[in-house]
């Protein structure tokens, strides 16, 4: 098993052009892809590039959804565009608030299929949780998500498009010719691929949504304010340097590959050794400062002390951030949450190590919006805890 093995994910994606000469949706076109489209439409060459910038700042910096809206494009060009194409979000089917501020909405996309983002104020940053994929395959046994069956990956229109209807329910679209940021600190000022589904098994769309909400003519945000989280996609890992740059985050969770392939079980596939030298890379790769390791606190699984330690050993040389997470519990679930005590003397050993090691306050629990939880209403089928301890081995 090497880090140069093949990936294998026979994926839906839903194509972005309805059938039947249906309009053409521009969101989630990188500027080249709309380029391409206008001079398909009819725009004069030498004028592409200028039609691109217009209307990209029309979309992504304004939040304009109506081409007729554009008003330094001439009238007969706004019909055409509308003729050909349109600009199209996933509908938010409803949206619940935590007793903490926290968002939840629940989100359907082409198809029926719905999922889940979260927004998080806090008090220096706003941050939303987006998804990736309808369900997930990964199949982590702490996890809900994990429980319902992968659908298919979300289009590049669908992931930067929730982002568009959070801005949306937030309000934070500036007025038509003010620029980004000039009306104060950012209600939604991060982003993190930690939502439904493994980002980097639908890399592709993923890199082009980021690419539009990096895009400094749009939603401008610096790719330090974006964090990718993987469960450890090896051959990925790099051409994310590559090609996104953004920070990444890694769903490590366990110090011995025993435990790890039971709680994460794409570790049977690139172990822990695999993945710690693809990780060793990264930084310098992409100019990210360090890699944040997310680590599930789970009474009796991976919280000893003697975790503590190996994890410091293991990581050893990498300019890193560990996230300990209090297990948030969900019907079924077949594991407790490490008491807290044993949370805070795992992050004492941590800290005098020299590890930033935060113990992440559960957010949104009261309407099951915290990190694990995430898993749309359609398919929220309840399997007893015998069930899934039987499926994931801890039986």
Same mark, same amino acid.
């Given at each position: 098993m090497?880090?140069?093995a093949?990936?294998?994910?026979?994926v839906l994606?839903?194509?972005r052009k309805?059938?039947?000469?249906?309009k053409t949706n521009?969101?989630g076109?990188?500027?080249? /892809?709309?380029?391409d @489209?206008l001079?398909?439409?009819?725009t *004069? $060459?030498?004028? #592409? %590039?200028?039609?691109?910038?217009?209307?990209?700042?029309?979309i992504?910096?304004?939040?304009v959804?109506?081409?007729h809206?554009m008003t330094?494009?001439?009238?007969?060009?706004r /019909?055409?565009?509308d @003729?050909?194409?349109?600009?199209?979000? *996933? $509908?938010?089917? #409803? %949206?619940q608030?935590?007793?903490?501020?926290?968002?939840k909405y629940l989100?359907?996309?082409a198809?029926?299929?719905e999922?889940?983002?979260?927004?998080?104020?806090?008090t220096?940053?706003?941050?939303?949780?987006?998804?990736?994929q309808?369900g997930c395959?990964l199949t982590?046994?702490?996890?809900?998500t994990?429980?319902?069956?992968?659908?298919r990956?979300l289009?590049?229109?669908?992931?930067?498009?929730?982002v568009?209807l959070?801005?949306?329910?937030l309000g934070?679209?500036?007025?038509?010719g003010?620029g980004t940021?000039?009306?104060?600190?950012r209600l939604?000022s991060?982003i993190?691929?930690?939502?439904m589904?493994?980002?980097l098994?639908?890399?592709?769309?993923?890199r082009d949504?980021m690419?539009?909400a990096?895009?400094g003519e749009?939603i401008?945000l610096?790719?330090?304010?974006?964090?990718?989280?993987?469960?450890?996609?090896?051959?990925?890992i790099?051409?994310?340097a590559?090609?996104?740059g953004?920070?990444?985050?890694?769903?490590?969770h366990?110090?011995t590959?025993?435990?790890?392939d039971r709680?994460?079980?794409?570790?049977?596939?690139?172990?822990i050794e695999t993945?710690?030298?693809?990780?060793?890379e990264?930084?310098?790769n992409?100019?990210?400062?360090?890699?944040?390791?997310?680590y599930v606190?789970?009474?009796?699984v991976?919280?000893?002390?003697?975790?503590?330690?190996?994890?410091?050993?293991?990581?050893?040389?990498?300019p890193?951030?560990i996230?300990?997470?209090?297990f948030?519990?969900?019907p079924?679930?077949?594991?407790?949450?490490?008491?807290?005590?044993?949370?805070?003397?795992?992050?004492?050993i941590?800290?005098?190590?020299?590890?930033?090691?935060p113990?992440?306050?559960?957010?949104?629990?009261?309407?099951?919006?915290a990190?694990?939880?995430?898993?749309?209403a359609?398919?929220?089928?309840?399997?007893?805890r015998a069930?899934?301890?039987?499926e994931?081995?801890?039986?």
């Open positions: 090497t880090g140069a093949p990936i294998t994910q026979d994606t839903i194509p309805a059938p039947e000469g249906g521009i969101v076109l990188t500027r080249p /892809a709309l380029r @489209a001079i398909a439409m009819g *004069p $060459e030498k004028q #592409s %590039k200028m039609r691109v910038n217009q209307i990209w700042q029309w992504y910096q304004w939040g959804r109506d081409f809206a330094n494009l001439a009238k007969g060009y /019909a055409q565009l @003729a050909h194409f349109e600009i199209a979000l *996933p $509908e938010i089917v #409803s %949206k608030v935590s007793a903490d501020g926290t968002r989100v359907r996309i198809g029926g299929h999922v889940e983002v979260v927004y998080i104020p806090e220096d940053r706003g941050t939303l949780c987006i998804s990736s309808v395959t982590c046994s702490f996890c809900h994990g429980t319902q069956k992968l659908v990956n289009t590049a229109g669908e992931i930067i498009g929730q568009m959070a801005r949306d329910d934070e679209w500036p007025e038509p003010v940021g000039e009306n104060g600190p939604l991060n993190v691929l930690m939502g589904g493994e980002p098994y639908n890399f592709d769309n993923v949504a690419k539009i990096m895009d749009g401008a610096s790719r330090r304010r974006i964090t990718l989280s993987t469960s450890g996609v090896v051959p990925e790099a051409k994310t590559e090609e996104i953004c920070l990444l985050a890694v769903s490590f366990a110090t590959d025993e435990v790890r709680l994460v079980p794409i570790n049977k596939r690139w172990n993945l710690l030298n693809a990780l060793r990264y930084p310098k992409s100019n990210s400062e360090r890699i944040t390791f997310e606190m789970l009474k009796d991976n919280d000893s002390d003697a975790d503590a330690r190996r994890l410091v050993k293991l990581i050893s040389g990498i890193a951030k996230n300990l997470i209090p948030n519990e969900w079924g679930a077949p594991y407790e949450r490490s008491d807290w005590s044993r949370i805070e003397s795992f992050a004492d941590l800290y005098k190590a020299g590890y930033a090691s113990i992440r306050t559960p957010r949104g629990e009261d309407i099951m919006a990190c694990g939880q995430l898993k749309s359609t398919e929220r089928e309840r399997k007893s069930q899934i301890a039987a994931s081995g801890t039986g």
